[in-house]
C-alpha cells in the first residue's frame, strides 16, 4: 500500500499541489505576493527615467519620420538642382562669334547668298546665318540718307550699266534707291533669283544688324562715308566691332574703320595695288581670285586672304590647307554644304 502511494504521488510529478496545500494561510500568502509582485511593476519611475524614455522615443518617431520623408527630400534636392540648371542655361552669357574665332575656311554669302535668296534681303541674311555663313551684304541710301541692304541694281538686273548721269531703277522696285523713300522702299518687294522662288522683303540695316548681330559676323559692302557712319554706329553700340569685316576698295574708308577697330577688306582691283601699299592704307585683308599664280605671295604677304571665284567644296579645302581664311561666293551651299542638306 505505501508503495501503490509513493508511486502515485511521484505520477503527479512536483509542480501538482495537494487539496491538502491549498489552506487559507497559504492562498492568503499568495494573494500578498502576486499583490507584491503587481506594486513592484505599478512602481513610478524617476524622473531621470521618465526623461531618458521620452527622448529615446522622440528619437525614434525622428528616425521613422525621415525614413518616410526621406524619398521626397531626394525628389525635392533633384528638382532644385535641375530648374538650377536650366536657369543657368538661359542666363548664362553665350559665346558670341567674332572676326579672331572664325575658322578657316569660313563662307562669305555675298548678297546674303544671292545665288539662293532673293539678294540683300531679309530672307537672305536669315538663311546665312542659320546655315552658318557669314552676309556679305550689299548697302545702299535712300532719299532721305537711310542705310538699305540693296544689291547693285546692274548685277542684280543682268543688265548694262546705266548711262552717263543716268541711275538704274532698284531691282523690284521702279526707281532707283536715291529716290525711294523709306516707306516705298519697306513696301517693295525683292526678285528671287529663280522664277520658281519667292520674293524677299526689303530690309534696313539697322534692322537686319539688330536681328543677327549677336549671332554672326557682318561682312557689308561700303563706298560712301554715310554707309561706313552707319555700319560702325551699329557695330560701336553693341560692343561687335570684333565681329565686323567691312568691305570697300576705298583707302579713306579703310583707314577710318581700322581706326575705329574694325577690320577692312579689300575688294579692289590687286593689279593696280600691292600688298604693302593696302596694309599703309589700312587694309588686314584682301579678296584675291583662287586661280591667281600669285595666290601664295597674297598668302605670305601678312595680309588675311579672302578667295573668290572658288569652284567646290574641294578646292576650297586645299585653299584653306594653303593659309586662304576663307570664301566670298554667292552661292555658299556650293562650298560648305550644310550637314543634311540645305533646308
Sequence with gaps: MAKAKKDREDARGPRMDDLSDLTPQNLSRAARRRQAQARARATPVSPEEQAKWEAKTAAAEARKGERTNAPFIVLGVVAVLVIAL????????KEQLTVGALHAPAVAALDG????????????????????????????????????????????????????????SAPGF????????????AEGSIPAPREDGRAGTPVTWEDAYADFAEATVFMPA??????????????????????????????GLARAAADAGAPALFTGDLPATTAEQLETAGFSMAAVPADREDLTA?????????????????????????????????NPFELQPPEGGED
Design 86 to 93: 536650366f536657369a543657368w542655361n538661359a542666363l548664362k552669357p
Design 113 to 168: 547668298g544671292g545665288a539662293a535668296y532673293p539678294p540683300d534681303s531679309a530672307e537672305a541674311v536669315g538663311e546665312s546665318v542659320k546655315f552658318g555663313y557669314l552676309p556679305a551684304v550689299e548697302l545702299q541710301e535712300l532719299a532721305d540718307g537711310t542705310v538699305v541692304l540693296g544689291a547693285e541694281p546692274e548685277a542684280a538686273d543682268g543688265g548694262e550699266a546705266a548711262g552717263a548721269g543716268e541711275a538704274a
Design 174 to 185: 521702279s526707281q532707283p534707291y536715291a529716290q525711294l523713300s523709306p516707306e516705298e522702299f
Design 222 to 251: 561700303v563706298d560712301t562715308r554715310a554707309e561706313l557712319d552707319a555700319v560702325l554706329d551699329a557695330a560701336a553700340a553693341r560692343e561687335r566691332l570684333d565681329a565686323l569685316i567691312v568691305r570697300t576698295e576705298d583707302a
Design 298 to 330: 597674297w598668302i605670305e604677304s601678312g595680309l588675311q586672304v579672302w578667295a573668290t571665284g572658288v569652284s567646290s567644296a574641294e578646292q576650297l579645302g586645299e585653299l584653306a590647307e594653303q593659309g586662304v581664311q576663307g570664301a566670298l561666293t554667292a
